[in-house]
């Protein structure tokens, strides 16, 4: 059964069935929103919202993966590619990111993952925009955060999983943030990192 989260909420990854997880997917879906009024349908655009994950040691970042760099320096998390326009509000995934959580390497303990719009539109111009947690084995979706609200932001980091011990968890953020790409957003992740 999945999980709607909440904003702060923090999940186990722990399975059901006692165990693990190996390997999840932290997908991002979103879809332009309708534009209002006869010429802004004239110049509306699609929107580009980009997916990316930063593996952290301690405070520091140590690898990245999103568009230009889809596959982590170790081998564990990879990128689908990029969507440059979004979908149809459908439920279904522009772009993923996989984790093999047992090959993390042992030093990162943190990975948090955002969406920036690369062409700058803000969230008022997106809708339908979720991430959801699948465990990749069964295709089970484990837990869900809705990006609520619109706004006049460029950004969204949208959750983290974080590793104490050798158990992984899941906290969803959901903050607002300005940022065409993950390394403006550097600052605002930080702060999530304690």
């Not at 303990?109 to 803000?122: K, L, M, P, Y």
């Not at 992984?168 to 550097?186: C, D, K, N, V, Y």
């Amino acid at each position: 059964m999945s999980v709607n989260l909440a904003k702060g909420q923090q999940i186990s990854l722990a399975k059901s069935a006692g165990g693990p997880l190996r390997l999840v997917r932290m997908g991002l879906g979103w879809k332009s929103a309708a534009p209002k009024g006869f010429l802004a349908r004239l110049t509306t655009r699609a929107v580009d919202l980009d997916a990316s994950a930063v593996l952290f040691c301690g405070a520091q970042p140590a690898d990245v993966v999103y568009f230009q760099h889809l596959t982590s320096d170790d081998g564990s998390v990879h990128h689908s590619g990029d969507d440059l326009t979004g979908g149809a509000g459908d439920g279904a995934e522009n772009e993923w990111i996989t984790v093999d959580l047992k090959r993390v390497p042992a030093h990162i303990d943190r990975i948090v993952f955002a969406a920036t719009s690369f062409g700058g539109q803000t969230f008022d111009e997106v809708e339908s925009a979720f991430c959801r947690l699948v465990d990749e084995s069964t295709n089970r979706e484990l837990a869900r955060y809705t990006l609520s609200g619109g706004g006049r932001h460029t950004a969204q980091i949208m959750a983290k999983v974080e590793r104490t011990n050798a158990e992984w968890s899941m906290t969803a953020i959901g903050e607002p943030a300005h940022g065409r790409s993950f390394q403006e957003l550097m600052p605002a992740m930080s702060s999530h990192i304690r």
